[in-house]
């Protein structure tokens, strides 16, 4: 069987991080961003975290002068990041939990729990015309919330799937994966827009990939950690590989 075609949106932050540890303008992530196009991704993601760790607020309009992709702007339920978001007008904005002292997003946005601070962001974003997507876990109380919400897009968290195949979890991953493929039914039933992020690699991707209901995949870290080694333009073809392999012929 053959599904609809799967995005990818390339996460550049992590062009940011290494240009940061050194304090000057290399390497560019609006370079990447215009690299990414040519190479086939679909979108660009990036995270204006609050402590401005890797991207960082002239990254915004640099990003877009180089590229004609969509930007997709993570950013944290605060008042700082809306304000910001209302005036760049990405085309989405992913709304994702955030703490200072995490190495990177740990879980998703607890939405049933957040639900009075949540919404409100949800429909200023969506009043300015920013198409908003929140970042769950994967579970049907979290999709139902979002849903409740009026939020168009999931993306379903994919770390812990990730972590459980890497610790060689068989059980554990595949447990997993049931959940992300359970909640992505249970959105679409619903009308919402399935993505999926974090923590994907070449060899992670293809289950998640094969969801039938997923219509796009945030993926940073790795593509970044083997452009190191092949470029960004291979790194990239290879992940739309893997995607399109796993979503079958064309
Ligand atoms: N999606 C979201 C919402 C994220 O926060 C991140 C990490 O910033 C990603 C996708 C990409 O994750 P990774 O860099 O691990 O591929």
């Given at each position: 069987m053959t599904l609809v075609r799967a995005r990818l949106g390339l996460n550049i932050d992590h062009v940011a991080t290494i240009r940061n540890a050194r304090g000057?303008?290399?390497?560019d992530p609006a370079k990447a961003a215009a690299l990414a196009q040519a190479a086939g991704a679909d979108g660009i993601t990036l995270h204006l975290r609050e402590d401005r760790r890797?991207?960082?607020?002239?990254d915004l309009e640099a990003v877009r002068r180089a590229s004609k992709l969509p930007i997709n702007l993570e950013m944290a339920t605060t008042e700082e990041m809306l304000a910001i978001a209302l005036g760049f007008r990405p085309h989405a904005a992913c709304l994702v939990p955030e703490k200072?002292?995490?190495?990177?997003?740990?879980?998703?946005?607890?939405v049933a729990r957040l639900h009075d601070q949540v919404e409100p962001f949800v429909q200023r974003l969506r009043d300015a015309g920013i198409r908003v997507s929140l970042f769950i876990e994967p579970s049907k109380v979290q999709v139902a919330v979002a849903e409740a919400m009026g939020a168009p897009v999931v993306e379903l968290h994919t770390g812990k799937y990730v972590e459980l195949v890497f610790a060689g979890d068989k059980s554990g991953a595949a447990a997993e994966l049931k959940r992300l493929q359970e909640a992505a039914e249970h959105g679409h039933a619903k009308g919402v827009e399935i993505h999926v992020g974090h923590g994907l690699t070449y060899n992670t991707v293809r289950p998640v990939a094969a969801?039938?209901?997923?219509?796009e995949l945030n993926i940073g870290h790795f593509i970044m950690g083997e452009a190191l080694f092949v470029g960004l333009e291979a790194a990239v073809k290879r992940m739309r590989q893997e995607i399109d392999i796993a979503r079958g012929p064309a």
């Open positions: 000057g303008a290399h390497p890797h991207i960082r607020d002239h200072r002292e995490e190495r990177t997003t740990e879980g998703g946005l607890d969801i039938p209901e997923v219509r």
